[in-house]
């Protein structure tokens, strides 16, 4: 596994659940909306087949993320598999429970926010790296991939109880 598998996955979710057309399955479009090489989304996808996190729907061949799958991996080996600490400070996208859709859901100790990385932005935080290099520019065109990437960097970077909050928060989105 590699950190642009779980990006995708989570970008098939997002697709999934706003009955995206089939054209934005491909892997131009997918390549296109995550920033992921189109020779590395091919490569994720049988990574990800090959892992059971993901099949190919039986009508339209889709591939479609194993929410099932997901919802064993993220909270149960993803921080050990991509682990995550708070590093310089630097002005970046906020993640994890500062990020907007975990506003006053998730709270933690300290001055800064943790952030991705990302000159443009506004906010002055602790810099997290992402799963990806290119998670800052795919967060900013899909706020369904927003949400559940700051889940998921909740559960890499929380303690017990916040990574608790956020694998709730995981649970109730990827199975709407």
Known sequence: MKGQDILILLKLVCLQQCEASQENYSVR???ASTGVGKSEVSNSLSRSAAAGLMKHDRKSKLPKANVRALLEFIPN???YVFP???GDLVRGI???FAAPGL????MSAGEYRPVWPDAHADTMGMKIDP???SVPEAVKQ????YDLLALVDAIRLGNPRESQV???LLKERLQT
Do not use: R
């Open 84 to 86: 995550a600490k708070a």
């Open 29 to 31: 479009a997918l390549s």
């Open 77 to 79: 080996g993803l921080k």
């Open 166 to 168: 956020a694998i709730q």
């Open 94 to 96: 906020p993640t994890a």
């Open 131 to 133: 799963l990806f290099k």
């Open 142 to 145: 899909d706020h369904c991939l």
């Open 103 to 106: 506003a006053g859901k998730l």
